[in-house]
């Protein structure tokens, strides 16, 4: 069985980018079943691109032992870490495959280390020597140099840029738009905002804006 967790425009995004892979692939297309969604969520549509759309509870309490392929396409590193959690107490015997639009530019020879269920999305240029931990989710048009290292359940928003060496903690969030310049380390839980650009290290976790980038909280 393979499923969403999350109905949002973002996995619609996502769910467009699996189709695309599997094209690339030339295999047979092999369809979700469902796209979940948390318990406090109104379902204003139980069908999402002809997909059932069920709560989390429904879902955990209807499939106790199957063999599950999950993606999670949701945006917030926070929300993310949470279904995972969840997920692996239903059943630790989950496959969280990786999702690489066909698109994106990379070095193919080894060079490019991604996790488990990190997601990248269409437009992206990843040069060489970089490691991509687990959940990582990159939207389009990014730009990433050489022997950087993003950490587990960090996000960048379209249109980061990312500079050679450059090392993010996990659980991160760069907004739109955002710059890292090159030999910069980001602490864990880090909001960087649209458009910022980070010129020195963040060694403080917090909210940093503007340019250069400067912590509000």
Request: net charge negative; hydrophobic share 45%.
């Amino acid at each position: 069985m393979k499923v969403f967790f999350g109905a949002s425009g973002f996995a619609k995004e996502i769910y467009w980018l699996y189709k695309r892979q599997q094209q690339a692939k030339q295999q047979p297309f092999d369809d979700i079943e469902y796209f979940i969604v948390s318990d406090d969520e109104i379902i204003s549509s139980h069908l999402l691109k002809d997909i059932k759309v069920i709560h989390e509870s429904v879902f955990f309490n209807k499939f106790k032992k199957v063999d599950l392929i999950a993606y999670i396409a949701i945006g917030s590193p926070e929300i993310r870490k949470v279904i995972f959690n969840k997920v692996l107490n239903w059943n630790n015997n989950v496959n969280f495959p990786s999702l690489v639009d066909p698109s994106v530019i990379m070095d193919n020879d080894g060079a490019i280390k991604i996790g488990q269920g990190a997601i990248i999305c269409a437009g992206n240029i990843i040069t060489t020597d970089i490691i991509i931990d687990d959940f990582v989710h990159i939207n389009i048009d990014c730009t990433i140099g050489h022997d950087v290292k993003i950490a587990s359940f960090s996000t960048l928003s379209p249109g980061c840029h990312i500079s050679g060496n450059v090392n993010i903690g996990h659980s991160v969030f760069c907004g739109t738009g955002a710059v890292i310049l090159e030999e910069i380390s980001i602490a864990n839980n880090t909001i960087i905002g649209a458009g910022a650009v980070v010129t020195k290290d963040i060694s403080v976790t917090g909210t940093y804006i503007g340019i250069p980038a400067k912590r509000v909280k």
